[in-house]
Every structure is written in structure tokens, then in C-alpha cells.
């Protein structure tokens, strides 16, 4: 395959990696109607490890674990996938697939300020303007709910915002101790083990939510909603992601990113029938810009 095949094909990964993502996050909340969030993560893990059982051996090229990355493989499991499922999913419950989209594409800005104050990296005056993008765009959020029946009323939809966005610094968090990782491991052995980790972290919660739910009461529709929720959000999104990494500089790779809050939305408007107005609109539009300016290569790196 020639250089500008494997591009295109990573291109291709990292796209549909973020589109699943938008995808999932909107498609939560039906299964969340449903399944205790704790029971919903159990088995979103459960789905995972199974998927992935036969990536955990080491491979033949592969060094033993140092010390360091385990502790890694913990920090990123327990940041990016225990607690940011958690703080995911609580959010969506309590808000809009269209507001968690919009707050999601916080993401790339949070990924450089992160990277600025753990791995020593320059902010750039342009993330500054994604910032503000990010913030004016859940600024409008909030106006589009003043007069909006339902969660918002009860009190809830300032808290899953700032649910949402509670996961949007653990998924920043998983990006920075990635860039350590995948110069040890592999993507399907760091996909496979972070899983792990996750499953052994939420097992004591979704075991204690299942003692109480009656799964006779689920339909089949939802099972399968359930497997591409697993599929996805464990397995597919990850390993997509990881392997498009390989072909393409991170700091084009983010460029991509552009797609999670546009599924989340657009899956929230056409599948979950969510209102859609001028507010979320510019909302959306505003954090599209954010993502944009945070993540397209600067003119000096992308001279070749």
C-alpha cells in the first residue's frame, strides 16, 4: 500500500472512530430510560472484554510491563474510561444529546490546555480562541434552556452540563497519558487492558445494580442497541482511533474530532427527535469553530 493510500485509510479510521463516538454518547440515553447507569457500564465493559479476550496476550515483540505502565494503563482507564462513562452518562441522562455535543467539542481545547500544564507543550493564541469558542458556545446552551420544559426545569440540566463536561476533562486526560503509551504498547493491547480495568473498576457497582433490575423487562431491540453501544464505545472507537494514529501526526489527527459533536447532535435530532432552534444552532456552530481552530495545523507545521 503506498504512503498516500495508508493516509487516506487513516484518515478514514479516525473519521469514522469520531463518528462512532458522537454516535454512542447520543445513543445512551434510550438504553439510560432503561438500565441503571452503573449497570449500563458494567456491561458496556462486560461487552468489551469479551470482544476483546484474545488481544490481552503479550505479543511476541512486545516488552514486559514497567512499573510505569501499569500505573499508566490504570490512570488512563480509571480517567478515561471508569469515570468518563460514568460522568457521560449521568450527564446525558440529565441533559440533551445536542447539549452534549456542543459541550464535547470542548475537547481539543481541553486536550492542548492539559497538555500545556502536564507535558510542558506551548498553547497557541489560537487555543485561546477555541476556549472562548467552547465557552460561548455553552453560554448559548444555557439560553436555549431558560424556557425549555423538562430537565431544565428540574434542576437537572445545569448539572449534567457540567456532568458532560466533567467527562470532557477526563477524555482530555486520556489523550495526554495516551501520547505515553502508545510508544509502549500496541492499540489493540492498550484497547484490551484499559477495558480490563474498567470492568474491574465498575464491577462492584454493576453487580449491586443487578441484583435489582429485571432484565426479562428489556427488549430485544434494546439488547442490540445495547451490543453496538459495548461494540462501539469499548472496542471499535479505540482501536480505530489508535491505528489512524499511526499514520497521521496527532496534530492532524485532532481535525477529526470535528465529528463528535456533530453525530451527537444530528443523532440526537433525527433519531431521538430533540428540538432543534436557532440557539443550538449557533451554539454548535460556535463550537465547531472552537474545534476547528484548535486543531488545524498551524501554516509553519504544515509546510513539508
Known amino acids: 500500500m503506498s504512503n498516500r493510500s495508508q493516509r487516506l485509510a487513516a484518515y478514514g479510521c479516525l473519521a469514522l472512530s469520531m463518528t462512532l463516538v458522537g454516535s454512542y454518547v447520543a445513543l445512551s440515553k434510550p438504553l439510560l430510560v432503561v438500565f441503571p447507569v452503573m449497570l449500563l457500564a458494567w456491561l458496556r465493559f462486560g461487552i468489551g472484554a469479551v470482544a476483546m479476550l484474545h488481544w490481552l496476550p503479550k505479543p511476541a515483540l512486545e516488552g514486559p510491563l514497567s512499573p510505569r505502565t501499569r500505573l499508566l494503563l490504570f490512570l488512563e482507564s480509571f480517567l478515561g474510561n471508569f469515570l468518563f462513562t460514568v460522568c457521560m452518562l449521568l450527564g446525558v ?3 440533551s444529546a445536542v447539549s452534549a455535543g456542543v459541550i464535547l467539542a470542548a475537547i481539543p481545547a481541553a486536550v492542548a490546555v492539559m497538555s500545556w500544564a502536564f507535558l510542558g507543550e ?10 472562548a469558542c467552547a465557552a460561548s458556545g455553552i453560554g448559548l446552551l444555557g439560553l436555549a434552556q431558560i424556557d425549555a420544559p423538562g430537565a431544565a426545569h428540574r434542576g437537572t440540566y445545569w448539572l449534567g452540563n457540567l456532568l458532560v463536561f466533567a467527562a470532557v476533562l477526563c477524555e482530555a486526560a486520556y489523550a495526554v497519558i495516551g501520547k505515553r503509551l ?4 500496541g492499540p ?8 480490563l480495568w ?5 464491577t462492584p457497582f454493576g453487580l ?14 434494546l439488547w442490540l442497541l445495547l451490543l453496538f453501544y459495548g461494540l462501539a464505545a469499548s472496542v471499535w472507537t479505540v482501536w480505530l482511533w489508535m491505528t489512524g494514529l499511526r499514520h497521521v501526526p496527532a496534530s492532524e489527527s485532532g ?10 447532535a444530528l443523532v440526537g435530532v433525527v433519531a431521538l427527535d430533540e428540538p432543534w432552534g436557532a440557539l443550538q444552532l449557533a451554539a454548535l456552530a460556535l463550537a465547531i469553530l472552537g474545534v476547528v481552530l484548535a486543531t488545524l495545523p498551524s501554516r509553519r507545521s504544515g509546510d513539508r
Open 122 to 131: 506551548r498553547i497557541a493564541p489560537r487555543t485561546l480562541l477555541a476556549l
Open 208 to 221: 449491586h445494580a443487578s441484583l435489582r433490575f429485571d432484565f426479562a423487562s428489556v427488549t430485544p431491540a
Open 198 to 202: 474498567g470492568l474491574a473498576l465498575v
Open 93 to 95: 441522562s440529565m441533559t
Open 255 to 264: 481535525v477529526f474530532t470535528v465529528l463528535l459533536p456533530v453525530s451527537t
Open 182 to 185: 502508545t510508544g509502549a504498547l
Open 188 to 195: 489493540r493491547r492498550i484497547s484490551a487492558l484499559i477495558n
